[in-house]
């Protein structure tokens, strides 16, 4: 692997992505436990965790990548051109996603999980190559603060000020007028226009951490840090709640302090074992995921959508080959919630032997 990748970034990276496939790919929506569903709205769930994880794992890439290639002498012009390069082909590759198989244009959802990457990646990279680490978090605070205060003092027509409900939110609000019949819910979207800035800090906390860990300290200096970092930030965003309540769909401030801090604690879990005590062998399958991340995350997902629109005959009725292997296979062998998750066990455990040639060659896809 390239000297500027550290293992227990990919293997961070790798938990990250296998989990976003797991809560996304049920084999029924009927029967889920319920730590694998996001919250109502306020709150938290692990799964509400999954994403924030991916957008902070981005940050540190950036700051380990880009800092090797400015070390190396790369042109700021050719750094900016890669980077807006980059952006482009996720946020094409996650339109696409939602366009497949219909390609309904008219109705297209534009926001998505692979467009906020992109977004946010694009942001946040260029923040970096501009911007040292203490601008990087004084502009962190005040788009936070900022954001808070776009929620809680800017009237929405008709609603009033301040609130933070499903309905007459200011980042609804926003959607609906700006993109009307391109979002995924009527009056919302969870990736929508103005919860990018508070998921763009996400980012930017990355870079932070990356650079902390580039720093010449000792492993053992730089997990006392991170572990700190990590437990500060996570007790403020807990505190906080009451006041400004942590929600993942409209990315409040708190969500982002409070998931950042739980991000530097598992990543520090991940970077003791692996880099401090030598115990990789769990993070193989992981691993295998976390170096081509977003290519797993795009096919398995284009993989589901193709099977989902393949009919199969079954008792006078037509069902996807996923419905039937659920009705006829995993939910009478082990009941409907295991039977359900096993599906997804299923689909990341084909993933890892699918990408294991690539693994082993250090091919890495760069989307």
């Given at each position: 692997?390239?000297?500027?990748?550290?293992?227990?970034?990919?293997?961070?990276?790798?938990?990250?992505?296998?989990?976003?496939?797991?809560?996304?790919?049920?084999?029924?929506?009927?029967?889920?436990?319920?730590?694998?569903?996001?919250?109502?709205?306020?709150?938290?769930?692990?799964?509400?965790?999954?994403?924030?994880?991916?957008?902070?794992?981005?940050?540190?890439?950036?700051?380990?990548?880009?800092?090797?290639?400015?070390?190396?002498?790369?042109?700021?012009?050719?750094?900016?051109?890669?980077?807006?390069?980059?952006?482009?082909?996720?946020?094409?590759?996650?339109?696409?996603?939602?366009?497949?198989?219909?390609?309904?244009?008219?109705?297209?959802?534009?926001?998505?999980?692979?467009?906020?990457?992109?977004?946010?990646?694009?942001?946040?990279?260029?923040?970096?190559?501009?911007?040292?680490?203490?601008?990087?978090?004084?502009?962190?605070?005040?788009?936070?603060?900022?954001?808070?205060?776009?929620?809680?003092?800017?009237?929405?027509?008709?609603?009033?000020?301040?609130?933070?409900?499903?309905?007459?939110?200011?980042?609804?609000?926003?959607?609906?007028?700006?993109?009307?019949?391109h979002i995924y819910k009527p009056d919302f979207d969870p990736e929508g226009?103005?919860?990018?800035?508070?998921?763009?800090?996400?980012?930017?906390?990355?870079?932070?951490?990356?650079?902390?860990?580039?720093?010449?300290?000792?492993?053992?200096?730089?997990?006392?840090?991170?572990?700190?970092?990590?437990?500060?930030?996570?007790?403020?965003?807990?505190?906080?709640?009451?006041?400004?309540?942590?929600?993942?769909?409209?990315?409040?401030?708190?969500?982002?302090?409070?998931?950042?801090?739980?991000?530097?604690?598992?990543?520090?879990?991940?970077?003791?074992?692996?880099?401090?005590?030598?115990?990789?062998?769990?993070?193989?399958?992981?691993?295998?995921?976390?170096?081509?991340?977003?290519?797993v995350f795009a096919g398995s997902t284009l993989m589901v959508k193709i099977?989902?629109?393949?009919?199969?005959?079954?008792?006078?009725?037509?069902?996807?080959?996923?419905?039937?292997?659920?009705?006829?296979?995993?939910?009478?062998?082990?009941?409907?919630?295991?039977?359900?998750?096993?599906?997804?066990?299923?689909?990341?455990?084909?993933?890892?032997?699918?990408?294991?040639?690539l693994y082993h060659k250090k091919i890495f896809i760069r989307l």
């Amino acid at each position: 692997m390239p000297q500027d990748r550290l293992v227990s970034v990919d293997a961070f990276r790798g938990l990250t992505i296998a989990a976003m496939i797991l809560v996304n790919n049920p084999a029924s929506w009927s029967f889920v436990y319920p730590p694998l569903r996001h919250a109502e709205w306020h709150g938290w769930t692990p799964t509400d965790l999954i994403f924030p994880f991916f957008l902070f794992i981005v940050g540190i890439s950036v700051s380990l990548s880009f800092s090797r290639r400015k070390a190396e002498g790369r042109s700021a012009r050719s750094l900016y051109g890669k980077i807006v390069q980059r952006s482009a082909t996720i946020f094409a590759v996650g339109l696409f996603l939602h366009l497949f198989p219909r390609f309904r244009f008219a109705t297209m959802r534009i926001p998505g999980v692979l467009q906020r990457i992109a977004v946010c990646f694009l942001i946040g990279a260029l923040i970096y190559l501009a911007t040292k680490a203490k601008s990087r978090i004084v502009f962190s605070i005040s788009l936070l603060v900022g954001y808070w205060a776009l929620l809680t003092f800017v009237p929405v027509p008709g609603v009033g000020a301040g609130v933070l409900d499903r309905s007459g939110n200011l980042a609804g609000y926003v959607d609906t007028k700006l993109l009307a019949g391109h979002i995924y819910k009527p009056d919302f979207d969870p990736e929508g226009i103005l919860s990018t800035l508070p998921a763009v800090v996400t980012v930017l906390l990355g870079t932070l951490a990356g650079d902390w860990l580039r720093a010449g300290r000792t492993n053992v200096q730089k997990m006392t840090g991170v572990f700190s970092a990590g437990v500060v930030l996570t007790a403020a965003g807990l505190l906080l709640h009451p006041y400004v309540p942590i929600n993942k769909q409209l990315w409040t401030s708190t969500f982002v302090i409070f998931t950042a801090g739980m991000a530097l604690i598992v990543f520090g879990a991940c970077f003791i074992l692996i880099e401090l005590m030598g115990v990789k062998r769990w993070a193989y399958p992981f691993l295998v995921l976390g170096t081509n991340a977003i290519a797993v995350f795009a096919g398995s997902t284009l993989m589901v959508k193709i099977l989902l629109i393949i009919r199969i005959p079954d008792a006078g009725k037509a069902v996807s080959p996923i419905t039937w292997l659920y009705e006829h296979v995993l939910s009478p062998a082990a009941g409907p919630y295991l039977g359900s998750l096993i599906y997804p066990l299923l689909l990341l455990a084909l993933w890892v032997f699918l990408m294991l040639p690539l693994y082993h060659k250090k091919i890495f896809i760069r989307l």
